[in-house]
């Protein structure tokens, strides 16, 4: 398995519709929690953005589960592959 950093920030424009949707945002983190896809979530102090440290097989498996998230399509996405020191 390989470890991802995802760094997501959002369009501010559309706050209220990211504030509706951060239940179900909620839900389906814990899911990929479960499953062992997200390791770790941060959320920026001002909430502009968050890291999640994410695992599996390929950057093109990450893009699949945060195409998941209900508050996606307001992300602006950087991937980066990690390895360890």
């Known amino acids: 398995m390989n470890e991802f950093m995802v760094h997501a920030t959002f369009r501010q424009q559309d706050r209220q ?3 509706a949707r ?4 909620r839900e389906r983190i814990k899911i990929l929690m479960q499953q062992g896809i997200v ?5 920026a102090a ?3 953005g968050v890291w999640i440290v994410m695992r599996g ?3 093109d ?3 699949k589960s945060l195409e998941s998230l209900p508050l ?5 996405i950087v991937i980066t592959p ?4």
Request: aromatic share 6%; glycine share 0%; no cysteine.
């Open 39 to 43: 390791e770790a979530l941060y959320i």
């Open 22 to 25: 951060v239940p179900q945002e």
């Open 61 to 63: 498996q990450m893009q």
């Open 57 to 59: 097989e390929s950057q």
């Open 17 to 19: 519709e990211i504030l």
């Open 72 to 76: 996606h399509p307001y992300m602006e």
């Open 82 to 85: 990690l390895s360890k020191m």
């Open 46 to 48: 001002d909430s502009s």
